[in-house]
T-cell receptor
Framework: NAGVTQTPKFQVLKTGQSMTLQCAQDMNHNSMYWYRQDPGMGLRLIYYSASEGTTDKGEVPNGYNVSRLNKREFSLRLESAAPSQTSVYFC??????????FGEGSRLTVL | KNEVEQSPQNLTAQEGEFITINCSYSVGISALHWLQQHPGGGIVSLFMLSSGKKKHGRLIATINIQEKHSSLHITASHPRDSAVYICAVSRLGGADGLTFGKGTHLIIQP
């Protein structure tokens, strides 16, 4: 039972570099989410996808793009990384009952 | 004002103590969630509840819909319970996942 798998777990970037965080779930969930977690801020929604083929902005979407490649996969892209994007990123998927299942997190540092 | 407020922010207790973490919310909800995050670790769901009380092992979660308040209790606390406990709500009519509190950092000392 893999659940929600996200990669990479750790990444260091220089300002201006780009990267993509990958997320896949094997629970046949329609809804998928990307959050960032910063000290003292709690988890904040970046983007979400209520179903395959749809994506919507969350609370903090600036500087990010997403792709819902298929029902399983939901990727988050930083086109030009900035130090303010240093954070821990969590992917999650949601079942019909509303419960969320989280990935292990990706720790990103932008220098 | 945040839609989900937790208290206390930090809590240190001795092994064996009874622990209570509180959560208040200001929006209409379809469910309330309690999550656990160990240091450097992922986030796991402990409870999802929309009324009454749920129990799992030494953990008990209660919710009072009229007062918009929930509590998470830990009985006979143990050092392995040390973690951040996060309250989150599913807003009524919301399709954008959960709204989170800032978490309670719990340390249980042996």
């Amino acid at each position: 039972n893999a659940g929600v798998t996200q990669t990479p777990k750790f990444q260091v970037l220089k300002t201006g570099q780009s990267m993509t965080l990958q997320c896949a779930q094997d629970m046949n969930h329609n809804s998928m989410y990307w959050y960032r977690q910063d000290p003292g801020m709690g988890l904040r929604l970046i983007y979400y996808s209520a179903s395959e083929g749809t994506t919507d902005k969350g609370e903090v979407p600036n500087g990010y793009n997403v792709s819902r490649l298929n029902k399983r996969e939901f990727s988050l892209r930083l086109e030009s990384a900035a130090p303010s994007q240093t954070s821990v990123y969590f992917c999650a998927s949601g079942g019909r009952a509303g419960e969320l299942f989280f990935g292990e997190g990706s720790r990103l540092t932008v220098l | 004002k945040n839609e989900v407020e937790q208290s206390p922010q930090n809590l240190t207790a001795q092994e064996g103590e009874f622990i209570t973490i509180n959560c208040s919310y200001s929006v209409g909800i379809s469910a309330l969630h309690w999550l656990q995050q160990h240091p450097g670790g992922g986030i796991v769901s402990l409870f999802m509840l929309s009324s009454g009380k749920k129990k799992h092992g030494r953990l008990i979660a209660t919710i009072n819909i009229q007062e918009k308040h929930s509590s998470l209790h830990i009985t006979a606390s143990h050092p392995r319970d040390s973690a951040v406990y996060i309250c989150a709500v599913s807003r009524l009519g919301g399709a954008d996942g959960l709204t989170f509190g800032k978490g309670t950092h719990l340390i249980i000392q042996p």
